[in-house]
């Protein structure tokens, strides 16, 4: 924005539209807010485009608000017909028109759209970059077989992301493999209702579960033996599949849904193949473990 031929108050606007909004877009996304004091949907528009600024501070997102009235030369150079207008700008260059956007879903929406293509650094990205590793070392303890482990690590991580999802479902994972329940219940529990409905936790959700519904069993060879000798008996084969899980021989359980299902794919609706399912997304579903299985499922279901 040339200065040269200006009157000195136009000058001034210029020098302060630099200073407050084309320096800040070198390193962030500035959200142009035009507005003035008569106009009534600006005054609506406002809170809103503040409250989402600052969810998204984060992420490297800054308010600038324009007074037309006061800045008529600033608003002339972008050819302002009406207001409230808002614009998006990153690295001196308009990037994006928000003035459609009057709702939080909808400004959310496209800021979202807006900063996944932009390269600009934020205290989100940097944080998540150092998570990282942190949250991958506490699910590689957790796989070894480390439980208590685990519950440290993700304990340390939390401190420094209280709100990220992942490490809320490494704890509850974690809190369900050394046999806390009742932790990982309270745990869930105390997850804003955004939080625990965040597809992360779905995991950590379904290992509870199953941790609940996989009872152990006192004789578990004896009961082996029962249902050897009487395999019709679906019920003491899943009672025995609960046994399986609740000792961490996920073969053993595996093959005995499998079995349910190949003898009564029905049975107690469905009650085998919801628990195999369950088991699956407990190990996660990219699991190579997780894909033999589900190649028996299909071999039995549709071969």
């Not at 989402?52 to 600038?64: E, I």
């Not at 082996?224 to 899980?245: C, I, N, T």
């Amino acid at each position: 924005m040339a200065s040269l031929g200006l009157s000195a108050a136009e000058r001034e606007a210029v020098e302060d539209f630099r200073r407050d909004v084309v320096e800040p877009s070198m390193s962030s996304l500035v959200i142009i807010d035009f507005w003035a004091e008569w106009c009534g949907p600006c005054k609506a528009l406002t809170p809103l485009l503040e409250k989402v600024c600052a969810a998204y501070a984060d992420k490297g997102v800054v308010l600038a608000k324009v007074d037309t009235d006061k800045n008529q030369f600033i608003a002339s150079q972008f050819q302002i017909k009406s207001i409230p207008t808002v614009y998006a700008m990153f690295q001196g260059q308009l990037v994006a028109d928000l003035t459609p956007a009057r709702t939080e879903s909808a400004l959310k929406t496209m800021l979202d759209q807006i900063l996944a293509k932009l390269p600009i650094p934020s205290e989100a990205a940097d944080l998540e970059a150092e998570l990282e590793p942190l949250i991958a070392m506490g699910e590689e303890v957790l796989a070894e077989g480390d439980a208590e482990r685990a519950i440290g690590i993700f304990r340390q991580v939390a401190e420094l992301a209280p709100a990220h999802p992942a490490v809320h479902a490494g704890m509850i994972r974690a809190l369900v493999a050394a046999g806390q329940l009742d932790e990982a219940d309270a745990h869930l529990a105390a997850l804003d209702t955004e939080t625990a409905t965040l597809p992360e936790l779905d995991r950590a959700k379904a290992a509870l579960t199953l941790a609940k519904d996989a009872r152990p069993v006192d004789d578990l060879s004896g009961l082996a033996a029962d249902v050897a000798a009487h395999p019709d008996d679906h019920a003491k084969r899943f009672e025995l599949a609960g046994g399986q899980m609740a000792a961490g021989d996920r073969d053993a359980a595996a093959e005995s849904l499998l079995t349910i299902i190949a003898a009564d794919r029905g049975w107690n609706e469905g009650a085998a193949r919801t628990q195999l399912l369950k088991l699956f997304e407990v190990v996660g579903l990219e699991d190579p473990w997780v894909s033999a299985q589900r190649r028996k499922l299909s071999a039995i279901l549709f071969g």
